[in-house]
């Protein structure tokens, strides 16, 4: 499946943004979908995952509460609403798909999207 990451900007510290991963070639139902982040200098990092049906969510801790990550497989879409963003949120997000087990873990997902950038500024 190819995804589309959309969504990202410049935003000051306590914004919001949200971003969009549209799929197309395959259907998403199949897959869970995640979102990692990798800010400079820094190994790629899990930050959101949900499962198939949408009725599990897992978060990275510091974005608990913060993050809300949603889908749409009607709409082939997945979403990460991301609000009261802190400086070091600031990454290239990428959404990521697959028929995963650890969903902290990228080695796990087949699929990834070409990444957005999001910058807080503080």
């Known amino acids: 499946v190819q995804l589309q990451a959309s969504g990202g900007g410049l935003v000051q510290a306590g914004g919001s943004l949200r971003l969009s991963c549209a799929a197309s070639?395959?259907?998403?139902?199949?897959?869970?979908m995640g979102w990692f982040r990798q800010a400079p200098g820094k190994e790629r990092e899990f930050v959101a995952a949900?499962?198939?049906?949408?009725?599990?969510?897992y978060y990275l801790d510091s974005v608990r509460g913060r993050f809300t990550i949603s889908r749409d497989n009607a709409e082939n879409t997945v979403t990460l609403q991301m609000n009261s963003l802190k400086a070091e949120d600031t990454a290239v997000y990428y959404c990521?798909?697959?028929?995963?087990?650890?969903?902290?873990?990228?080695?796990?997902?087949?699929?990834w999207g070409q990444g957005t950038l999001v910058t807080v500024s503080s």
């Open positions: 070639g395959r259907t998403l139902s199949n897959y869970l």
């Open positions: 990521a798909g697959g028929v995963v087990d650890d969903v902290r873990n990228p080695a796990e997902y087949n699929d």
């Open positions: 949900i499962r198939r049906s949408g009725g599990s969510t």
